[in-house]
């Protein structure tokens, strides 16, 4: 009988380091997905908010409040979107948005 008992206990040990890392890898798939959507959540949310911001500055150029606050969104899209800091380039590539929405205001004068 002791050789039964130890038997169906290696099967059920078997069983469990099989089923255990499949439970875990699926587990942490389930997490690295759902942190990825998220973060395309949070990023297409940023993206939304520095065009709506841009579209508010064409439609008042030489508002100074408008222009900072196309500035401000745009620095927290692209520190969503990096996951950190904003580069020199991506503030080169904010102020050519920022200029390119006030250009008609500049070309009525």
Partial sequence: MNTDASNGMACLVGFGCFVLP?????????VVFRM?????RREQEAWRAYQDSLVRL????RSAEHREEALRMGRIYYSVRTGG???????LGMANDINAACAHAHQTE
Avoid: H, M, T, W
């Avoid at 499949?22 to 389930?30: H, N, Q």
């Avoid at 064409?58 to 150029?61: G, I, S, W, Y």
């Fill in 22 to 30: 499949v439970l875990f890898i699926v587990g942490f798939a389930v």
């Fill in 85 to 91: 800091g904003v580069s020199a380039a991506q503030e």
């Fill in 58 to 61: 064409r439609e008042n150029p």
């Fill in 36 to 40: 990825r959507a998220n973060k395309q």
